[in-house]
């Protein structure tokens, strides 16, 4: 499965955005799917996360209260809705899907990685 981040761009502080995490080659739904995203001279951390059926969300500390996850089984498509963005949000954001139905913030347990979308907030 090949997944594509999209959506990113700049925003001002306090702005929102949302990204889309699309797959082609085969579906996804069966699979939870995570969102990371990795700052300038940082290293890559995990934003959140969705089950397979969408019923059950996780979200880092960092995150929790401003951004949503959600999955769109029929269009093969998670959203990451991002609001009340601050400027340490700013980096390139990625999804990426897992092997099994349910995932948190292990790395090891996403298999497929798609090329992410540069998400940049301004003060």
């Known amino acids: 499965v090949q997944l594509q981040a999209s959506g990113g761009g700049s925003v001002q502080a306090g702005g929102s955005l949302r990204l889309s995490c699309a797959a082609s080659?085969?579906?996804?739904?069966?699979?939870?799917v995570g969102w990371f995203r990795q700052a300038p001279g940082k290293e890559r951390e995990f934003v959140g996360s969705?089950?397979?059926?969408?019923?059950?969300?996780t979200y880092a500390d960092s995150v929790k209260g401003r951004f949503t996850i959600s999955r769109d089984r029929a269009k093969n498509t998670v959203y990451l809705q991002m609001s009340s963005l601050k400027p340490e949000d700013t980096a390139v954001y990625y999804c990426?899907?897992?092997?099994?139905?349910?995932?948190?913030?292990?790395?090891?347990?996403?298999?497929?990685w798609g090329r992410g979308t540069l998400v940049t907030v301004s003060s």
């Open positions: 990426a899907a897992s092997r099994t139905s349910y995932s948190g913030s292990d790395f090891s347990q996403y298999l497929y």
């Open positions: 080659g085969r579906t996804f739904s069966n699979n939870a």
């Open positions: 969705i089950s397979w059926s969408g019923a059950s969300t």
